[in-house]
């Protein structure tokens, strides 16, 4: 007997980590990784969403900017950053529309048995 594959895991919770990256790279200018940290940060307080510390915040912020760069959303220049245009892809919002387009079209798909 086999066992059936499930589908992948989707998160659907907010990261909001990446949420302000794309906050803070929505307008275009380009950025060091300092002072881009610090706009995080900060939104990161206002949100009430910091844990883990800021050493470890500074960590997860980084992989992120640096996933962000390998899939074609920001541009990396030596230790500058700047967003390109697709951005608001990587957003939460975003990311959980699609998840939900992507259940209901499973669902509309789905024969009901008489």
Do not use: W
Request: charged letters at 30%; hydrophobic letters at 45%.
């Amino acid at each position: 007997m086999t066992i059936p594959k499930r589908s992948a895991f989707i998160r659907r919770s907010v990261d909001h980590v990446t949420d302000e990256l794309v906050i803070a790279l929505a307008g275009g200018e380009i950025i060091e990784f300092k002072p881009l940290f610090s706009k995080v940060f900060e939104g990161l307080k206002r949100r009430n969403a910091v844990s883990g510390g800021e050493e470890m915040l500074r960590l997860r912020c980084y992989e992120k900017l640096l996933k962000l760069a390998s899939s074609g959303m920001v541009e990396k220049k030596d230790k500058s950053y700047r967003g390109l245009t697709g951005l608001e892809q990587a957003s939460s919002v975003f990311r959980l529309a699609r998840a939900e387009a992507s259940i209901a079209a499973r669902a509309a798909s789905v024969i009901v048995p008489n």
